[in-house]
C-alpha cells in the first residue's frame, strides 16, 4: 500500500516563499512520475506541476511558472515543490499523487495515490 504525506505548508506574505515536501511510503517511487495539484474554497481541483519518473522532464501550469518548481529525490523518495513570490491567489490546499506511469499527466483522474493535502495560505 502507497501511503503519500506532504509537509511544509504553512501561512505567508504574499511575496513570500515555501517549499513543500511529500513523502512517499514503499519501493515503487522511483518508478512512477509524481504530480501536485491544489484545490481553492468553492473551486475544483487543479494541476499545478509534475515532474516524470528521474526527474527529466517537468511541467507547470501557467499561473505557477516560472514562480514555482518541482523536483524529486529518488533517494529519499520525496517530491517537492518550492513556491516562490507567492500570491493570495495561491492560497489553497495542495496535493501531491503518483500516476502509475513513468510520464506524467496534466489530469488529476489519471493519478491513483493521493496524499491528504496541506494548506498553503497567502496573505495580502
Known amino acids: 500500500q502507497v501511503q503519500l504525506v506532504e509537509s511544509g505548508g504553512g501561512l505567508v506574505q504574499a511575496g513570500g516563499s515555501l517549499r513543500l515536501s511529500c513523502e512517499h511510503s514503499?519501493?515503487?517511487?522511483?518508478?512512477?512520475?509524481m504530480g501536485w495539484f491544489r484545490q481553492a474554497p468553492g473551486k475544483e481541483r487543479e494541476f499545478v506541476a509534475a515532474?516524470?519518473?528521474?526527474?527529466?522532464?517537468?511541467s507547470y501550469a501557467d499561473s505557477v511558472k516560472g514562480r514555482f518548481t518541482i523536483s524529486r529525490d529518488n533517494a529519499k523518495n520525496t517530491v517537492y515543490l518550492q513556491m516562490y513570490s507567492l500570491k493570495p491567489e495561491d492560497t489553497a490546499v495542495y496535493y501531491c499523487?503518483?500516476?502509475?506511469?513513468?510520464?506524467?499527466?496534466?489530469?488529476?483522474?489519471?493519478?491513483?495515490?493521493w496524499g491528504q493535502g496541506t494548506q498553503v495560505t497567502v496573505s495580502s
Open positions: 499523487a503518483r500516476t502509475p506511469s513513468r510520464n506524467y499527466s496534466f489530469r488529476s483522474d489519471e493519478y491513483d495515490y
Open positions: 514503499g519501493r515503487t517511487f522511483n518508478s512512477y512520475a
Open positions: 515532474v516524470s519518473w528521474n526527474g527529466g522532464r517537468t
